[in-house]
T-cell receptor
């Protein structure tokens, strides 16, 4: 089975702190994605990556950056956390081929105080 | 551009009755369509997908969905609902001509009442 793991299930940080969210997948998937999920808004894409050291902005990249130094690992970075970044963050991965579904991690619920 | 609509925020159904969760989409090329389910405090789990071929797609846990190109719809169905089906359901679309990204709908909360 595909397994996508995220470093924390729950995280509480203070405004202005630098926050790292880590995601690891074990199925050699080329594509990796970071979403945030907010009630009534569904999932919104923050950043994605098609390959190592490659990144593309999604729909809401402001206030975030990412890093992909190894194929299995995709990190989301909040340079200076703000209260409006309180949310559920979901990581996903998929094979590059057409029509492949994304596999999701369990999510990290981040609260910024 | 690609987009997905789930016109119902909430669907209530009695246990044993058939259920339908609606999804409509908009793409410029050929659509790849997906349904996911999310249980409380969990990530999304893949249920089924339509890529090509038969318009009726069968998936996990007895769910199925029908692709209707003329109505640009991909409604999720189950003949007999279970209380354990209560969850948040997301429809997603990927445009064949638009790269690897998915666009997700806002979600529909399904409540199956005993």
């Amino acid at each position: 089975d595909v397994k996508v793991t995220q470093s924390s299930r729950y995280l509480v940080k203070r405004t202005g702190e630098k926050v790292f969210l880590e995601c690891v997948q074990d199925m050699d998937h080329e594509n990796m994605f970071w979403y945030r999920q907010d009630p009534g808004l569904g999932l919104r894409l923050i950043y994605f990556s098609y390959d190592v050291k490659m990144k593309e902005k999604g729909d809401i990249p402001e206030g975030y950056s990412v890093s992909r130094e190894k194929k299995e690992r995709f990190s989301l970075i909040l340079e200076s956390a703000s209260t409006n970044q309180t949310s559920m963050y979901l990581c996903a991965s998929s094979k590059r081929s057409s029509g492949n579904e994304q596999f999701f991690g369990p999510g990290t619920r981040l609260t910024v105080l | 551009a690609q987009s997905v609509a789930q016109p119902e925020d909430q669907v209530n159904v009695a246990e044993g009755n058939p259920l339908t969760v609606k999804c409509t989409y908009s793409v410029s090329g050929n659509p790849y369509l997906f349904w996911y389910v999310q249980y409380p405090n969990r990530g999304l789990q893949f249920l089924l997908k339509y890529i090509t071929g038969d318009n009726l797609v069968k998936g996990s846990y007895g769910f199925e969905a029908e692709f209707n190109k003329s109505q640009t719809s991909f409604h999720l169905k189950k003949p007999s609902a279970l209380v354990s089906d209560s969850a948040l359901y997301f429809c997603a679309v990927r445009d064949e001509d638009y790269g690897q990204n998915f666009v997700f709908g806002p979600g529909t909360r399904l409540s199956v009442l005993p």
